[in-house]
Each structure stands twice: as structure tokens, then as C-alpha cells.
């Protein structure tokens, strides 16, 4: 499961992945963030898939990214900090990072606290 919510003291999405996630999941959640904050220029995302499993590797990344590229025209930046803790998840993350260096208004970096998270989403405003 993929929630979400907006903190608008901190201008931040916080997006939380529980129990195992699909790759239709990612794909729907994108989606739904895209229609719930499209209005804005700039959108800063703190997501915490601490405790989760991903039912996708790295073969759907192309699929994930060329979603991204569609969604992003709208925007000026998409600020995004993945919040990970066991060694599959981190692996995920640095490769899906790897990968979104090609998008030009997209940044992504890898945390395992939510306090060094914020650090970096807050360098990028």
C-alpha cells in the first residue's frame, strides 16, 4: 500500500510504502501524486519505504521513468528523497537514482534517516 499526505508548514509530500509494493502500485501512485500536487511548480517528496518490499527489480525502471518524463513537463522540479533501511531497498534506490540523473528536472537521492532526508530537500530550495 502507497499513501500520501502534504505538510504545508514544511512544503513536503509525504508518501509512506507498507507491506509489499507492485510495480502497477508505484506506477498508480505516481499518478495520483501528479493529479493531488500537479498545481505546483516546485514539489518536494519525502518517501519512507522503510519496513516495505518491492515485488519489482530493476527491469521496470524504463517503464517508471518514461512515466516520470510524461509527468514532469508540468513542472519546474520534483525534489525526491527515498528513506530506506535494509540492503534490497538501498539497492533499488541507488539504481532508480542512476537512472533519473537523465531527467533534468528531477532530483532523487537515498537517505536512511528522515532528518538528513529533509536536509537535502531543503539544500534544494
Same mark, same amino acid.
Given at each position: 500500500?502507497? !499513501?500520501?499526505s502534504y505538510n504545508e508548514k514544511?512544503?513536503?509530500?509525504y508518501v509512506k510504502?507498507? &507491506?509489499t509494493? !507492485?510495480?502497477q502500485q508505484i506506477l498508480e501512485s505516481t499518478v495520483e501524486l501528479d493529479s493531488?500536487? &500537479?498545481h505546483m511548480d516546485?514539489?518536494?517528496i519525502i518517501e519512507d519505504i522503510r519496513g516495505s518490499k518491492s515485488l519489482f527489480n530493476k527491469e521496470d525502471y524504463p517503464t517508471i521513468l518514461e512515466?516520470?518524463?510524461?509527468?514532469l513537463r508540468a513542472y519546474k522540479m520534483v525534489c525526491m528523497a527515498d528513506i530506506v533501511d535494509d540492503p534490497t531497498n538501498t539497492a533499488l534506490s541507488f539504481m532508480f537514482g542512476s537512472l533519473a540523473a537523465s531527467l533534468d528536472n528531477y532530483f532523487y537521492s537515498t537517505?536512511?534517516?528522515?532528518e538528513a532526508a529533509k536536509r537535502w530537500i531543503n539544500n534544494h530550495r
Open positions: 500500500m502507497i !499513501s500520501s514544511e512544503e513536503i509530500v510504502r507498507e &507491506g509494493v !507492485s510495480i493531488l500536487y &500537479g516546485k514539489v518536494y512515466l516520470l518524463r510524461t509527468k537517505f536512511s534517516t528522515l
